[in-house]
């Protein structure tokens, strides 16, 4: 499997404040790779220096095998795409201005779009079921349809890369789910998905890869049905949990309530 | 057509046309060409600008309660503008005095920040308060020291905006350079949606998020100087134009901006109009933008249906 993203001795701080320190891996193109950790630990500062919105203190980010540092904004945005978190827009945008926005890093300064973007922008609401709110002004419709709508815009951008910061974090349970599915059919067509989540279970459902962070170190890196066990969740977030397994259905996390009195 | 000495449609055609006895078309030269003329090219092409500019600080701020003078342009060349009638310069300082004011207010605000998050806007906002607060103290000051008798009056006439002073040349010089940054915010249009999703989205979206910020706020700069040179303080424009705009197309800034640039145009002609027809004297364009201006905010305001949340 070849490597998308590869980080090399990858350390950050803000200002003098050390939020990462030393990071090295890969994430293999076409795997869904869910970020756990608990708040702070930060998840959300090594998605922006994927993203190139930070760059490291110390180390370097290849990727493809070229520093993000020689890729323009445009043609780096051609292949990542970045889903951002509880996503609210100020103006009331309609649902396919928002998915058109993702032909940008194709088209030259003030080019128009063409019937052709307009047609993929389209094409990506159709497969994921929710073509009819092309019209809808993306202030008025649910947080599920929002997070769709950003899928089908990193679609249309024809990124091979998604980078999803806590996609299901404000979703209820059903388009917690929902969201789940569309990630992992993507995946399947050959996609590649990295998200930072705040729940073990759907990284246990739809992951091929766990990362768990803390304090800015990798505390575990692997199968999720390896690495999400008892003794790294207590680690990680201080708490107790029992894994109860389903068996081929896959496994759940069961935290356990301390008596206060 | 409209104004205090009655010119009708059929003089003005008559004195293109060139058929006309000398002291008539004498007459009619000095008034379309001197007076007229200048003015409504001068409403014209500052309500553009200014709308506009508005509409593309309301982007690139996310925010849709966000004025031209955000970045303090505007306190920078009233007191510019001040200074120089304090000093009793010739009219020309008083006009580069005002324009360098502008800039330099901007240029605080943007110094204030710079090294310290200049990608975040809210540092930016704040650089702004400071600078704009500062010209504002400043501009106290010279009113406190300025003789009440003649300077004083002068200056509040000029803050209160007015279009009854601009020439020919002026009007042709200024409203060419604020026409072209007009017409360089257009141009941005796609750049400002993207902005509009936030900086993280936009720079994932292939936008160089500093790059297009700069060229914007220069432009937005550019222009709020220059019509305060031309026109004085005339508010209220660059906010609620793009409101009224965005209830007729939508807020996709690639239509929003143009809307916006005719509908300030129309909006700043037709109150020049009535400023100078209805009331027996005179009234300054910047207090009727106003009193028109914070009605109409008010109800679209009370209604919430700006095309925003």
Redesign the interface.
């Known amino acids: 499997m070849s490597a998308v993203f590869t980080l090399e001795n990858v350390s950050f701080a803000y200002r003098l404040r050390p939020v990462l320190e030393k990071l090295s891996f890969s994430l293999d193109a076409g795997q869904v790779t869910a970020l756990l950790g608990p708040n702070g630990s930060g998840k959300s500062t090594l998605l ?1 220096l994927l ?3 930070l760059r490291p203190s110390r180390g370097r980010v290849l990727f493809n095998g070229r520093d993000l540092s020689a890729y ?7 292949h ?3 889903l ?1 978190q509880n996503h609210r ?6 649902v396919e ?2 998915v058109l ?2 032909r ?2 194709h ?1 030259g ?2 080019v ?1 779009f063409q019937s052709q973007d307009r047609q993929l922008a389209l094409t990506s609401l159709e497969q994921l079921g929710i073509a009819q709110l092309a019209r809808v002004p993306y ?1 008025e419709i649910s947080g599920g349809e929002q997070q769709l709508t950003l899928l089908a815009r990193a679609m249309t ?1 024809g990124a091979e890369v998604f980078v999803m910061d806590e996609p299901e974090s404000a979703l209820d349970f059903g388009n917690q789910i929902r969201l789940l599915e569309r990630v992992s059919s993507l995946a399947a067509s050959g996609r590649t998905f990295l998200f930072s989540t705040h729940s073990p279970d759907h990284a246990l459902r739809i992951a091929h890869r766990a990362m768990l962070m803390r304090d800015g170190a990798v505390l575990g890196d692997g199968a999720p049905e390896d690495v999400i066990n008892q003794e790294n969740l207590a680690k990680l977030y201080d708490v107790a949990v029992r894994l109860a397994s389903f068996g081929e259905e896959g496994r759940v996390c069961l935290p356990r309530l301390q008596r206060h009195v | 057509m409209v104004g205090s000495y009655p010119v009708a449609l059929s003089d003005a055609i008559a004195w293109l046309q060139g058929n006309l006895e000398e002291s008539r078309r004498a007459l009619l030269a000095n008034l379309i060409l001197s007076i007229r003329l200048p003015r409504i090219l001068a409403g014209v092409v500052i309500g553009a600008a200014l709308a506009s500019s508005g509409a593309a600080f309301q982007a690139l701020f996310v925010n849709p309660l966000v004025s031209p003078g955000l970045l303090g342009v505007l306190a920078g060349a009233s007191f510019g503008a001040a200074l120089g009638i304090l000093f009793s310069w010739p009219l020309v300082w008083i006009q580069m005095l005002t324009f360098f004011f502008g800039l330099l207010a901007v240029g605080l605000a943007l110094v204030l920040v710079r090294g310290r998050g200049t990608r975040s806007k809210v540092m930016l906002v704040l650089g702004g308060i400071i600078s704009g607060a500062f010209f504002t103290a400043l501009l106290s000051l010279v009113k406190y020291v300025a003789d009440p008798d003649n300077q004083l009056p002068s200056i509040v006439y000029f803050l209160m905006g007015s279009l009854a002073q601009v020439n020919l040349n002026m009007s042709l010089w200024a409203g060419g350079v604020m026409l072209l940054g007009t017409v360089g915010l257009i141009l941005h249009g796609q750049q400002l949606n993207a902005l509009s999703m936030g900086e993280d989205e936009a720079h994932c979206l292939g936008v160089n998020v500093e790059r297009t910020r700069l060229v914007v706020i220069i432009l937005a700069t550019l222009i709020g100087a220059l019509s305060v040179v031309v026109g004085g303080v005339i508010g209220w424009v660059g906010l609620i134009v793009p409101h009224l705009a965005r209830l007729i197309c939508g807020p996709d800034n690639t239509k929003l901006l143009p809307a916006s640039a005719l509908l300030g145009a129309l909006y700043l002609l037709v109150l020049d109009d009535i400023g100078r027809t209805v009331f027996p004297v005179e009234v300054p364009i910047g207090v009727l933008t106003a009193l028109f201006g914070i009605p109409c905010f008010a109800v679209l305001f009370r209604c919430g249906q700006g095309g925003w949340k």
């Open positions: 922006k993203l190139g919105i323009s904004r445009k043609e780096f945005a051609r990542v795409a970045y951002p827009s100020v103006f009331a945008y309609t201005e928002v926005m993702g940008l890093p088209k300064f003030c128009p202030t951008q």
